[in-house]
């Protein structure tokens, strides 16, 4: 039939941007057509939900924020997601357009696949697939349809969360089974809840397709088939295709296996025993793999009978259906339409069939009832990302709570569960991860400027307490203030502990004995002390100090009084020993005259005065790097003890 008579988007332009140009497929839940952005001029393949999803305002929700984290995918073998929107009663997508087949047209076409060609194309799927769940998504829906092999042989996989989109709206309850029915994992089936171990299963359905050319279940009904992926274990490839190596059967076999927590954990743990399994491989095994003549066993032939597909109801057991589980409980016969059922049977049949059925419905209920609650891990310890994934895999919707202080659990690490560990809920059930903030940490107070007492008390208030006390010469800070804090304010400190406190010792009175009165009022008064001088009689040279008080090194205010005593000379004049005469025979002394280094560089100044033959005597008084003394000086001789002061 011709889609441009029968279907209104055609030709229309779409959200005001895509001009619809063809239909290219049709499934259960969405139409995807061929269409061009005329904003950026490029063809692109738009797929439109169909009308009974887009009127669920939760679907489409939840459906936009699928779209938006399978847009932030990056991977080569996803398709990747341009843009979403909705133009009236239409929520679609905008698409890479990729040119080529669905795997779904190329096994109609070609039928099973050699072994080797067939792992090519899932080893692609599972690197998509892993890229997905270390991202923390589900695909759902993996089937050849959503898988597309580009004309250049690029292995896409398409239709990332809409599956999960549908599951979150109100167009299912508890108890519905969301998906493709020959794909579904008995989880599914059973509870509705898929993980990623879900996607690995219907991987390893799919690989056994492309071996095989055809499912490993077939069936009158989807809830047929479905009865038998909870109760049947997959045959291995190689009992309907002899000739298969038996490391792919193994490798299908663990992909399908019925309990999930024997499957991998992840399409990324798949891939890497499909790539182990692919470079095992002889060239012989990559060929078609046909039975010799008369080989076939009649165990493969009734399989192989048994899978034989009915390709009337192939196209419709291979869209995503929507389906509740409760026809579950019933066998899969009991199903078919009244018009198939043959003669009627004995009465002793009837009861025998009935017995039989009964068992059957029992067996059911009470698996069902086993696999549709599951324990709550112990993930206590545990990093909070770590635990999330292991809970997710566990089938359990996770929620990060908010933290709490703990002294023993690391920040970051699980501290406990809401419900605690061990407890039994209903598999797909909230899972709250309260993570350990660590211990609890105060910001250290500002308490700069006050006076030790009261830096105490304000320590203590917050709860922490007082270390060691240190003090400094300050000349800005108060003697009895605190300078700084060890740690510094605003540096959270563990609760009760301690912070180091460094306390003004305001200025340190300088030593300036030995230095000339001159140079030291001259100092003093610089550095905003009161300077009172008392003179007295002293074997030393007139104008030299010979004492202080405050001594030299005293913690002193700023504007503190510093009385000098300065020498007046000896009783009888002062003389230096080469001004005394000179006894016979002997020659006066060499005079220098002694450099005046005042303001000059410390280590300058040394040099100087070496160089000019005396000894030299370096006197710290603030620290500066600048001399401010310097005692004696005129002339004198050659090797005389110089004093300088900084």
Not at 57 to 69: D, L, T
Request: net charge neutral; hydrophobic share 40%; proline share 8%.
């Amino acid at each position: 039939m011709d889609t441009t008579l029968t279907d209104p988007l055609i030709g229309r332009l779409l959200d005001g941007r895509y001009r619809v140009e063809s239909r290219i497929a049709r499934g259960g839940m969405a139409s995807v057509y061929l269409a061009l952005d005329v904003r950026l001029e490029r063809t692109v393949a738009v797929k439109v939900m169909h009308p009974s999803l887009a009127e669920d305002p939760q679907f489409v929700q939840r459906f936009i924020g699928e779209a938006k984290s399978v847009a932030r995918l990056s991977h080569p073998n996803i398709v990747q997601v341009f843009d979403q929107g909705t133009d009236g009663t239409h929520v679609y997508l905008s698409m890479e357009y990729i040119p080529g087949r669905s795997l779904r047209e190329v096994l109609r076409a070609r039928g099973r696949l050699p072994v080797r060609e067939a792992l090519e194309i899932v080893i692609p799927v599972l690197a998509a697939l892993g890229a997905a769940h270390q991202a923390g998504l589900i695909h759902r829906d993996i089937k050849p349809e959503n898988v597309l092999i580009a004309d250049d042989g690029r292995v896409k996989v398409v239709d990332f969360g809409l599956a999960r989109a549908i599951h979150g709206g109100h167009l299912t309850r508890t108890g519905t089974m969301i998906g493709t029915i020959g794909y579904m994992s008995p989880e599914q089936v059973t509870t509705g809840t898929a993980d990623a171990r879900s996607d690995v299963y219907a991987v390893g359905i799919m690989l056994f397709e492309l071996l095989t050319g055809r499912q490993p279940y077939a069936g009158e009904t989807a809830m047929s088939i479905a009865y038998r992926h909870v109760h049947e274990n997959v045959p291995a490839p190689s009992s309907v295709v002899p000739g298969i190596p038996a490391s792919v059967d193994a490798l299908v076999r663990s992909a399908t296996d019925r309990d999930p927590d024997r499957r991998p954990r992840d399409a990324t743990a798949m891939l890497v025993a499909a790539v182990e399994v692919h470079r095992g491989l002889t060239q012989g095994g990559a060929a078609h793999p046909t039975p010799p003549p008369g080989s076939v066993t009649a165990t493969a032939v009734h399989q192989a009978e048994d899978l034989d597909p009915v390709p009337e109801r192939e196209e419709r057991l291979a869209e995503t259906m929507i389906q509740p589980q409760v026809e579950l409980l019933t066998s899969p016969g009991t199903a078919e339409p009244r018009a198939r059922r043959g003669p009627r049977p004995a009465i002793w049949f009837i009861g025998a069939l009935t017995l039989l059925m009964l068992a059957g419905i029992a067996f059911s209920a009470w698996w069902f009832s086993q696999g549709r609650y599951v324990k709550v891990p112990d993930l206590r310890g545990q990093n909070i990302v770590v635990a999330r994934q292991i809970a997710q895999r566990a089938g359990f919707e996770v929620k990060i709570g908010e933290p709490r202080f703990d002294d023993k659990i690391e920040k970051d690490r699980v501290l406990d569960t809401e419900p605690g560990a061990g407890a039994e809920v209903v598999r797909g059930s909230l899972l709250t991860l309260i993570p350990s903030g660590g211990p609890e940490t105060i910001p250290v107070p500002k308490v700069v400027n006050l006076s030790e007492a009261d830096a105490r008390a304000k320590i203590a208030e917050v709860g922490l307490t007082v270390g060691r006390v240190s003090k400094l010469p300050s000349e800005t800070v108060p003697r009895g203030q605190v300078i700084r804090t060890n740690p510094e304010v605003g540096t959270r400190v563990r609760k009760g502990g301690k912070v180091n406190l460094v306390i003004s010792a305001g200025l340190l009175m300088p030593n300036v004995t030995d230095m000339t009165r001159e140079q030291a009022e001259q100092f003093l008064r610089e550095k905003g002390f009161n300077v009172q001088v008392v003179e007295v009689t002293d074997d030393t040279p007139p104008g030299t100090v010979i004492a202080q008080h405050p001594a030299g090194g005293a913690e002193v205010d700023a504007g503190a009084t510093v009385n000098l005593t300065v020498s007046k000379g000896p009783e009888h004049g002062w003389r230096w020993p080469w001004e005394i005469e000179v006894a016979p025979g002997e020659q006066p002394p060499n005079l220098v005259q002694v450099p005046d280094v005042r303001y000059k560089n410390v280590r300058d100044a040394v040099h100087e005065l070496r160089a000019a033959g005396f000894k030299v005597h370096v006197r710290k008084l603030f620290g500066t790097d600048r001399v401010v003394a310097v005692n004696p000086g005129g002339q004198q001789p050659p090797g005389t003890k110089i004093t300088i002061w900084h």
